[in-house]
């Protein structure tokens, strides 16, 4: 079943096309990975899809993205699209504040304020993000306290407190070692029976191991979407071959 | 751009061209020591063989080398995974060659051979071999399907040997019996290494469509 799909559209920074006459859509329970050269649009589709450039002034945007066949940018509460289409970036970047704290924002800015209710939110968020185990008895130490893996876990645990339906990530393992990057797989494997998961990898490999899903883009257009095993053992498109055997990129 | 990566693919292309040049020669070697009954090339298989088991497992090492550092996809993965299937195929044929021209020692001066449609299955599955090996370097989809479909002819040849082998049997003697059976095992041999060069070919398709057995692997 669809969860997102994207109908014709065309994403301009002032003069400037970044993506053109994109359609797709993405899968429920399913993790789709977008791959291409730096600057293909890849990170701009993926902040498309909640409205994260409209923080950016020139940006312009025509077409449909529909999240449950409801058009994002209709008349659709952006908080309220936020909280159910929620991102990770590629650097862990958790606030100032204690590991609870930052994983109880979320829900607090939802209204959520009896004690008991966060504390099993927090639980329950740090557990799905497999970081339960080495935070339960810190848990009012400062997040910055972490090391870099956990601080993404955590960021990972702090979008999922708010009970998205849809996660977006960034590139979240660049900054990784790879042990803290094969427990970040790991675990989106185990998310996808919950949530629908969009992510922007320039790794290969990692996009061939976990996706189910795989596009690959150029310029500012997608050349390329198929299934991970399609893609990456018998492109169809030349230039798809090409780039994913580093012939260029 | 992937200098090293395409280098390093060069030499394993260059590599198993060699292997297959060495698999050509053995079978050379083993048919012209079954027909002429010479040592000489009886022993010239076998180096064949040795130096075929050798190339064997550069070329294993090198694949794996080459997974290791490159993380091939796509088109390079399926060369490098055809490679690692093809070699082992090879190997196969270098020690059927050399069973071949060890066995011949055994029926020297023997002249059932030329009763039979030895020469015509030797001259089958030498180009088979060949054929697929040709296939490979010059990337060549119909020429892999011929070796698939010649297959038919070497098993059609082997029926033919058997029956006439039989015929043969039930008139003979008991030295010609002994050669008879000989011929037949060598007869097999040859059926096993067609079966080898329609493996190595069925590889190359794989290699160029991503089909194996015309299926999507």
New interface residues.
């Given amino acids: 079943m669809n969860k997102i799909s994207i109908q014709n559209l065309n994403l301009f920074y002032g003069s400037f096309q970044a993506l053109k006459s994109l359609s797709m859509d993405f899968q429920e329970n399913e993790i789709t990975a977008l791959i291409g050269p730096s600057g293909c649009g890849k990170s701009t589709l993926l902040k498309s899809l909640n409205r994260m450039n409209d923080l950016v002034s020139s940006c312009k945007i025509t077409g449909q993205v529909l999240l449950d066949n409801e058009d994002i940018y209709g008349t659709m509460n952006v908080n309220l699209l936020r909280k159910r289409v929620g991102m990770v970036f590629q650097k862990p970047n958790p606030f100032p504040m204690s590991i609870y704290d930052n994983i109880a924002f979320g829900p607090r800015t939802y209204g959520i304020r009896a004690k008991m209710r966060l504390d099993d939110i927090v639980e329950k968020a740090l557990t799905s993000a497999a970081i339960w185990d080495e935070t339960r008895d810190r848990l009012k130490k400062s997040a910055l306290s972490l090391s870099g893996g956990q601080q993404q876990r955590l960021c990972l645990a702090r979008a999922l407190a708010v009970a998205p339906e849809v996660l977006l990530m960034d590139e979240p393992t660049s900054a990784l070692d790879p042990i803290s990057t094969l427990k970040i797989e790991e675990l989106l494997n185990a998310l996808k029976r919950d949530y629908t998961i969009i992510i922007v990898t320039h790794n ?2 990692q996009a ?1 191991r976990i996706s189910d899903k795989t596009a690959f883009f150029l310029i500012d257009e997608m050349i390329e979407y198929g299934s991970a095993d399609q893609i ?4 169809k498109d030349k230039r798809t ?1 090409d780039y ?6 | ?2 200098k090293m ?1 395409d280098n390093q693919l060069g030499v394993l292309h260059e590599r198993l061209i060699q292997m297959g040049a060495l698999c050509e020669t053995a079978i050379a070697c083993a048919v012209q020591a079954l027909l002429n009954d010479d040592d000489a090339l009886r022993s010239a298989t076998k180096d064949k063989e040795q130096e075929i088991d050798l190339a064997e497992r550069d070329i294993e090492q090198l694949c794996v080398r080459l997974l290791i550092h ?9 060369q490098i995974t055809a490679a690692q299937k093809m070699i082992i195929d090879m190997e196969r044929i270098g020690d059927q060659a050399a069973d071949i021209a060890e066995i011949s020692s055994y029926m020297q001066g023997s002249t059932v051979k030329s009763d039979v449609h030895m020469t015509e299955m030797a001259r089958c599955v030498s180009k088979m071999v060949t054929d697929s090996i040709d296939a490979f370097v010059s990337k060549d989809f119909a020429q892999a399907q011929a070796v698939i479909d010649e297959d038919d002819i070497a098993d059609a040849l082997f029926s033919k040997i058997k029956t006439e082998l039989i015929d043969l049997l039930l008139r003979t003697n008991g030295k010609l019996a002994e050669d008879c059976l000989d011929l037949l095992m060598i007869a097999k041999y040859f059926e096993r290494i067609g079966d080898h060069a329609t493996n190595i070919a069925e590889w190359v398709i794989y290699y160029l469509t ?1 089909n194996y057995k015309k299926q ?2």
């Fill in positions: 290969m490999q061939a990456f053992s018998l492109p071959e994913i055997t580093g012939r260029f990129g | 751009m992937r990566y490159q993380q091939p996809m796509a088109s390079d993965l399926r991503g999507n692997v």
